[in-house]
């Protein structure tokens, strides 16, 4: 069946630093990739996708490309802020039409000024 | 426009009782999607709704999660004789539909579900 693994946190990081949170995944044919994002308090909201091999999510100054190869979806994002810190889920749905979301348990980020 | 909403956004019962928690999709979207949230752990599907179609139940943990959708609008799941394993964050999700997806999910503040 369908899994998504990602890094353990809480990551813990200074204002402007770079972020690396790491996802793999394993599923039968062509899945979509996923990040979602869920603020202190708030839903899940999606933060990008991809949906087809070499693609390149992007969203608020974060990215991710969805690499077949190595089965990975990295999340990055080059200099992160304090207003990052939040919950982040890497997740992906079967190749097309209808699927439901397969979800890895989250990383909490930590950012502090 | 309005989003995904859950009532209550809190529900502290006692063991063996029954609850049942809503969810309104947003309008127009017409598939539907209930999951749950561990502590510590990431969300798990439970059941999914789309349209007129038989729901998608394999994701229910027991027979005593039952959930239902009222045409293309609201949805109830209901726990029966809950245990405190059902703890947890209910999570409602709706989208649009149809064979050139996937659909963004789009998902509601959640219920918290707390069994003494």
């Known amino acids: 069946g369908n899994s998504v693994t990602q890094m353990e946190g809480p990551v813990t990081l200074s204002e402007e630093a770079f972020l690396t949170i790491n996802c793999t995944y394993t599923a039968t044919g062509y899945p979509s990739l996923f990040w979602y994002v869920q603020y202190p308090g708030e839903g899940l909201q999606l933060l990008l996708k991809a949906t087809k091999a070499d693609d390149k999510g992007s969203n608020k100054g974060f990215e991710a490309t969805y690499r077949k190869e190595t089965t990975s979806f990295h999340l990055e994002k080059g200099s992160v802020q304090v207003s990052d810190s939040a919950v982040y889920f890497c997740?992906?749905?079967?190749?097309?039409?209808?699927?439901?979301?397969?979800f890895g348990k989250g990383t909490m980020l930590l950012v502090s000024p | 426009g309005a989003g995904v909403s859950q009532s209550p956004s809190n529900k502290v019962t006692e063991k063996g009782k029954d609850v049942e928690l809503r969810c309104d999709p947003i309008s127009g979207h017409t598939a539907l999607y209930w999951y749950r949230q561990r502590l510590g752990q990431g969300l798990e599907f439970l059941i999914y709704f789309q349209g007129n179609s038989a729901p998608d139940k394999s994701g229910l943990p027991s027979d005593r999660f039952s959930a239902e959708r009222t045409g293309e609008s609201v949805s109830t799941l209901t726990i029966q004789r809950t245990q405190q394993e059902d703890s947890a964050v209910y999570l409602c999700?709706?989208?649009?539909?149809?064979?050139?997806?996937?659909?963004?999910?789009?998902f509601g503040p959640g219920t918290r579900l707390t069994v003494t």
């Open positions: 997740a992906l749905s079967a190749s097309s039409g209808y699927s439901t979301l397969t």
């Open positions: 999700a709706s989208s649009l539909a149809g064979t050139s997806g996937p659909w963004e999910q789009y």
